[in-house]
């Protein structure tokens, strides 16, 4: 049976090395010695996280297990600066991340032809459970395929799944057989993952009332996984026809294409953009997908925080999904480095944002409203504009605060404006006094009211 999912079902060959990632427990040690038994040539890669004290005895073991078995053995420990660039992001998406990215280096290193893990029928379970709860809809609840592409890692090489015919106990009582070193990790007991409390809490529970619930759960994601097949049919090809700009850090897709779909065929290709920058176990509920997939056609704020260091921005032909880490990199976000002395017309802030002032002579009486336009009483907004970034002690009151200010810390903080882009996010200022944060809010002081005569509207836009 394993050894037909190897060659057929994981499509492996015994000759072309495949890396096998080794945490040191039953499952990847039972997936080691049944490949190397199997007569695969192999490669043992182990990232050691540093989260427990006793990962660098866990990584010694691995290293002499490999070492007795004739087997190359790549290890790398996680440095102390990565988990504190990373402290805002949930800890075991990040390790999940930096473990993958690692696996992948080290199979273009050797020339593999693909990623073993050792997940198990028990994770995958586990895995579709979480999905259930979180509300997500077929690419949740179809579990993990045998073998897939993480394109966020690697376009060629596959991630493959030997073990997900098998339970954890067959692992564990397989490792025993061997008398393979089994490393047991104390946090898998840990209740603070919501994983641990589903695999001791939740699923006994379920058991109680459904004994073959395990069973039940894993013949539905075969059946769904087919089916699923044919819906990624049509998802391919609305991604050809909808998406032009694939790279790095970002999705961007043709906003009108995009608009004429079904909104359901949408949330799926939110989806697997999300998927195309964050790897393939990221999830969204309904609600999360939904919100996605009416931006696209949505009139008023351009921007959205999507959850997860994910940004959507829409301009008039385009709809960006960005990594927030490379987004202020990429001109995505607007920045300016230094005061710059504002003129009629327009004024080239770089990157492409272009800052517009015009005088209007008659109001509308329907005017643009978006965050990214500001109409002023030009009476009160009289004088010398600037635009700069922040500086110590800014303060800001914006529309609607009739008296008093806010640190402007604060308001960023409130904005949920990303912590990278808040030190030269642009703010156009009369003097001192912050009058316009794009993106944002107008400052209350410098509002259109009944008796403004004359009028300036502001717009910054990227020349996209």
Known sequence: MLEEVLRNVCRLNPVQP????????????????????????????????????????????????????GLPCVIREAEKEVWEQRAGHAIEETARRLRYRFLFETARRFQAQAVAVGHTADDQVETILMHLLRGAG??????????????????????VRPLLSLWREQTEAYCRERGLPVQWDASNADPTYARNRLRHQVIPALLSYQPNLKAILLRNARLLQEEAGLVQTLVEQAWRETVCEQKTGRVVFMRERLAALPIALRRHLMLRAAQELLGEWISFDFEALQRAAEFVEGERASRLDWGRSLWLHRSKEKVFLLLADSAHQTGDWPQVCESVLLREGQNDLGNGWVLTIERVVTLPVHWETDNWSAWLDADVALGRLTVRPRRPGDRFQPLGMDQGSLKLSDFF???KLPQQARAHWPLVCLGEQIIWIPGFRVAHTVRVTEQTQRVLKLSLRKDV
Request: net charge negative; hydrophobic share 45%; aromatic share 6%.
């Open 138 to 159: 077929l690419a949740g609840l179809r579990g993990m395929p045998y073998r897939t592409l993480l394109s966020t890692f690697d376009r060629n090489i596959p991630l």
């Open 413 to 415: 903080i409130n904005a």
């Open 18 to 69: 495949v890396v096998v990632g080794v945490s040191g427990g039953a499952d990847s040690l039972c997936l080691l010695d049944i490949l190397h038994t199997a007569g695969y040539a192999l490669v043992v890669a182990h990232f050691n996280h540093k989260l427990r004290p006793e990962a660098d005895r866990e990584a010694e073991t691995v290293a002499q297990l490999a070492g007795s078995l």
